[in-house]
């Protein structure tokens, strides 16, 4: 596989400030965080695929809002239906019980996804899509970067994606990556630049010195490089997503990072 599974560290980090602005809605008998931007339009939109805390963590709500800010619809299905990772994480939480026993696997969450992305193009009326997964939804962004599903993608330090994952992906695909971190290691991000270079994919990735994994999402914001990194990855997504999501306005304003 190109990263490995998840450890422990997937489910510790910081809570940061804010308040999330969006609402909960029901999409059948999902639930999920949505966030429009200013305009109401559902042009461009963003599906956040998220880690082992679920659509539920404050943090990734407040990032879903960030992407709201920049112009996107922004939306996080709830794949985990209760069996997402408390956070914080409990001294004697059994990780490796949870990913045997409640770590939803493949047939649990494509439904999910799919069902999503279909509500999005469909009712919604949305032209373009953009995926971003942090650690566990970079499975699923390498999973459904295809035609009919996401037009373009961003993961921030995967996890679990497996070889034929990564070379199925047909879509641009940009990657955040932490120097340290045992899960998506060196080794793992010069496998994952062979095969996309192979490919002749439409690829980029940064590795963000100083910082580990799961800084895209629960860094610690009062830690200056942590914040910089935090920082620069989302708006190294935003930046993806305008060029290949937004495919038609090339003259978008900044991006703004909401922090």
């Known amino acids: 596989m190109t990263s490995h599974p998840p450890e422990k560290c997937c489910a510790t980090g910081v809570r940061h400030e804010g308040t999330p602005k969006g609402e ?9 965080y949505v966030v429009a931007p200013a305009n109401g339009s ?3 939109a963003i599906l956040i695929m998220t880690d082992v805390l679920g659509f539920e963590f404050h943090n990734v709500r407040l990032i879903a809002d960030q992407f709201a800010a920049n112009g996107y619809y922004t939306i996080i299905p709830d794949v985990f239906k209760g069996n997402e990772i408390p956070f914080p994480r409990p001294d004697d939480f059994d990780f490796q019980g949870w990913m045997a026993n409640k ?3 493949e047939n649990d969450v494509d439904p999910i996804y799919s069902a999503t992305i279909k509500y999005l193009r469909g009712e ?8 971003v997964g942090y650690c566990f939804g970079g499975k699923y962004v390498c999973r459904w970067l295809k035609p009919g599903g996401l037009d373009a993608g961003f993961t ?17 695909l940009s990657i955040a990556a932490a120097e340290i971190d045992t899960i ?21 990735i940064s590795l ?6 799961g800084f895209g999402v629960k860094g610690d914001l009062e830690n200056q490089r942590g914040r910089f990194a935090k920082e620069m990855a989302f708006l190294q997504a935003v930046f993806w997503f305008d060029e290949y999501v937004k495919k ?11 922090l």
Do not use: C, W
Request: net charge negative; charged share 25%; aromatic share 6%.
């Open 103 to 105: 770590m939803p696997r």
């Open 24 to 32: 909960v809605q029901s999409i059948g008998d999902i639930r999920a």
């Open 124 to 131: 919604l009326g949305v032209k373009r899509l953009g995926g």
């Open 156 to 172: 921030a330090h995967p996890s679990f994606v497996q070889v034929e994952e990564l070379k199925g992906i047909q879509g641009p």
């Open 42 to 44: 559902t042009q461009n």
């Open 184 to 204: 998506f290691p060196a080794e793992k991000r010069r496998e994952t630049e062979d095969i996309l270079k192979d490919m002749s994919a439409t690829y980029q």
């Open 208 to 213: 963000y010195s100083g910082v580990e994994h």
């Open 248 to 258: 038609e306005n090339h003259d978008t304003p900044l991006p703004k990072s909401g």
